[in-house]
């Protein structure tokens, strides 16, 4: 089956073709993902949360996020990969995100990488498409300024401010947008107005694609049910009655049994 690339992204638009993606940080997740005909594949940094146990995304290293992205390339045949600029690794100037984003790239094999912002990384988006690397922008709820604004309930609501920040990140050169958690009215503007697909989390369903972590998906997360998650599996229920059955055989005797031993 033939790599989706990152000029397919903007085929899609045109041809008003939705696209999906999910995160994964893993090579079975990945090749699972991959199989299953998913469109893009983001090895984001919500890793620090539902991999690491933090409580941001904000610990998260550029070694790590290299660390994930070579075991999702290495298990992907057709999604594009894209892997997220960590906290840090793109703010301090244009020069630090091209070498960092050129270390992805290179180390990793990945198709492109994600950062926050809009009118505030326009230059740094400009920088590095011009190095030859694909950028995908990130507006809206932005993770990684959580110290920043707070709780959730601080997202930026602005109407001409979001839009504002999705056209600095397409003129500088953006293939794409994620558009985190603001109203669908906003998002289905800013999805008719702007010429590159955006994609969707918690943003309605105008968006020319959507994009939601594998782990809050299919139910391994415990405790994080926001209005725009939709439970595909319940796999933490699943996981935990399958191991507590294998725990009480094996205190049992009955595991493993005569057909599970070598003679």
Not at 73 to 95: G, H, M, N
Not at 116 to 132: H, K, M, R, W, Y
Request: hydrophobic share 45%.
């Amino acid at each position: 089956m033939k790599p989706i690339t990152v000029p397919d992204f903007l085929l899609a638009k045109q041809s008003q073709k939705k696209i999906s993606m999910l995160t994964a940080y893993d090579y079975t997740w990945a090749e699972i993902v991959d199989a299953a005909s998913i469109d893009a594949i983001l090895v984001g940094d919500t890793l620090g949360m539902v991999v690491q146990g933090h409580g941001t995304t904000l610990p998260v290293t550029l070694d790590e996020m290299i660390y994930h992205g070579k075991m999702v390339v290495r298990a992907t045949k057709r999604a594009l990969v894209i892997v997220d600029l960590p906290f840090l690794s793109y703010q301090v100037s244009p020069q630090q995100a091209i070498e960092n984003a050129g270390r992805i790239l290179k180390e990793t094999g990945a198709s492109a990488v994600k950062l926050e912002g809009g009118v505030s990384q326009a230059n740094t988006i400009a920088a590095l498409t011009a190095a030859d690397i694909p950028v995908m922008a990130h507006v809206g709820f932005k993770p990684q300024s959580v110290r920043a604004v707070g709780t959730m309930g601080k997202i930026q609501r602005d109407e001409e401010l979001l839009l504002e920040d999705a056209l600095a990140a397409q003129q500088s050169g953006a293939f794409a947008i994620v558009l985190e958690m603001i109203s669908r009215s906003i998002a289905a503007r800013i999805t008719e107005t702007l010429s590159i697909p955006t994609i969707g989390i918690g943003s309605g369903p105008q968006c020319d694609g959507q994009v939601l972590v594998i782990n809050d998906m299919l139910g391994l997360t415990d405790g994080f049910s926001p209005k725009f998650l939709k439970h595909y599996a319940q796999i933490r229920k699943t996981a935990t009655e399958a191991i507590e059955a294998y725990g009480a055989e094996v205190k049992s005797g009955i595991y493993p049994g005569d057909e599970h031993s070598h003679r």
